[in-house]
């Protein structure tokens, strides 16, 4: 499952509220994009995951402009304001929650036994605020790929909870080689960072590597897709 990012913007100039950027996320292959300012991350993840549509620019799913399509398969992972846990839940209330709007069974024992599955059991009463980075993108993404139909992953600027980049890297890259097409929307000092590190091979032994496209923008050396775009400055609050 391809994501692409078409030189999509809302608003114009410097002054943007989501400067012109383009992406790739694909099967195998994990999608970067930097932005900057408090509210251009949050835009940038509701465009990628279809759920508001850019001035200019498209998003497109396997090549084809389908919002719908989008808003089913890739789930918002810590999005600001829109896919963020509150930080005072405890990582047992946050599972439990996002058990049942998966349409599976919520009660502590179900959350519990959800949490050994993943590594987080100890962290159980552990307030979201106070997990470590890592653990809590693994937390957040283990609970979204819960819902059958979601099969994408955007990740929201997982680095404003401090920590170690390379720690919370790893949790995309093990999504990725479970087959989930990851966005990561990110700051510039983070993907600098990724570009620093090495990427491991995903596709299992004997996959068929994914075919490129004429849309495709230019792939970088060690094939991860990776955009960038201007500091700007944002004029609302709000998306």
Not at 203 to 208: E, I, L, S, V
């Amino acid at each position: 499952m391809r994501l692409e990012l078409h030189d999509v913007a809302i608003g114009d100039g410097p002054g943007a509220a989501l400067p012109r950027l383009s992406a790739v996320a694909d099967r195998w292959v994990p999608g970067f994009v930097a932005v900057e300012t408090e509210n251009a991350p949050t835009l940038a993840s509701l465009v990628a995951g279809g759920r508001m549509r850019p001035e200019t620019g498209r998003v497109t799913i396997d090549g084809r402009a389908d919002d719908a399509a989008i808003r089913a398969s890739f789930a918002l992972v810590d999005t600001p304001t829109v896919a963020e846990p509150f930080a005072a839940l405890t990582v047992v209330q946050v599972a439990r929650e996002e058990l049942a709007l998966a349409g599976l069974r919520a009660d502590k024992d179900s959350a519990r036994l959800l949490l050994e599955e993943i590594g987080l059991d100890e962290h159980e009463r552990t307030r979201l605020s106070a997990l470590p980075t890592e653990l809590r993108v693994r937390l957040l993404c283990e609970l979204a790929v819960l819902r059958p139909e979601v099969r994408g992953l955007v990740v929201t600027t997982p680095e404003r909870h401090g920590g170690d980049v390379a720690a919370w890297l790893s949790v995309v890259h093990d999504m990725v080689g479970r087959d989930y097409t990851v966005l990561t929307i990110t700051g510039f000092a983070a993907l600098a960072t990724i570009e620093s590190l090495p990427t491991p091979e995903f596709a299992p032994a004997g996959t068929d590597a994914v075919p490129e496209t004429d849309t495709a923008p230019p792939s970088s050396p060690d094939d991860t897709a990776v955009a960038t775009t201007p500091d700007t400055s944002v004029e609302s609050d709000q998306p």
